[in-house]
């Protein structure tokens, strides 16, 4: 019963959970908006914040984009590429300027903001998926702050590097197809 609910057409119910569950039940997704959380996390403030709100915000921006079938190339790729960098970034523990990780970011953001807006289910209210979609985003990011908060804990830089590793691997997994 659970498809039928999601695709049935009635507006919140078709579209709003439809874009909540995309980000959620797509690891590919789920990986690189969470690294967002924690790379931002992990480089402080303003970036703590800056980063979260530029992703959703970049994201609609490239959901348009693929709702109006305007065609980018290697989208599934990129997404896969933006949980190798993003994952690398934390990993590494990466601290460019701020406008070039909020540059970085963005641009993934246009690969998951497409996949959303091509993949919107027929017959879905397009604006109720995608403000599902941007709050499970935002859902995401703040998981991935949450565990970037760990970094100011005993052990917690390694940990954080940790993770930022595991999200690489699986970002790496989607790309050659392994995942």
Known sequence: MLPILLHDGEGIAGGFLSGILHPL???DHLVAMVAVGLWGAFLGAPAIWVLPVVFPLVMAVGA???LAEVAIPFVE???AISA????????????PAL????????IFAIFHGHAHGTELPASADALAYSL???LATGALHLAGIGLGFAV????????????GAVIAIVGLGY???VL
């Open 25 to 27: 039940t797509g690891p």
């Open 64 to 66: 348009i984009l693929g």
């Open 77 to 79: 790729s990129g997404i």
């Open 84 to 95: 190798i960098v993003l994952g690398l970034m934390v990993a590494f523990a990466a601290k």
């Open 99 to 106: 406008p070039v990780a909020a540059l970085l970011v963005g």
């Open 132 to 134: 599902g979609f941007v």
């Open 152 to 163: 100011e804990k005993p052990g917690g830089r390694k940990f954080v590097r940790g993770c």
């Open 175 to 177: 790309l050659t197809g």
